[in-house]
């Protein structure tokens, strides 16, 4: 568990300095982030400020094609929906991963 957590956040880190470097994002940390949008929204994971996240998904989504973008939405409502039913180890799984690879895009500031 804790090499999986290392590895999430070097990913993490790696990805928040090509955002702040202006470096193209891939479509795997676009939807990514659009999955860590809906955690942050979730009313059972307890929402979070999520204005960084929306504006990092609003620039980035100009270099999107329309599939990835419809992907994204679904991502954002069904990530949002897992976060408000989950319960138990469900629900401590989908905050750590909140706190842990979803950091990144929560604090990113365009």
């Given amino acids: 568990m804790k090499k999986i957590l290392l590895t999430a956040m070097f990913a993490a880190s ?20 659009a999955r860590c949008r809906g955690l942050a929204a979730s009313d059972g994971l307890g929402k979070l400020d999520t ?22 939405r679904a991502k954002i409502s069904g990530a949002q929906k897992d976060g408000d039913k989950a319960a138990g180890a469900k629900k401590e799984k989908l905050l750590a ?14």
């Fill in 97 to 110: 991963e909140r706190s842990g690879v979803c950091s990144t895009f929560l604090s990113v500031s365009n």
């Fill in 51 to 72: 204005a960084s996240i929306d504006a990092f998904l609003k620039k980035e989504a100009n270099n999107r094609e329309s599939h990835v973008l419809n992907s994204a």
């Fill in 14 to 33: 790696a990805l928040a300095t090509a955002a702040h470097a202006g470096t193209a994002v891939s479509d795997f940390d676009f939807l990514q982030a």
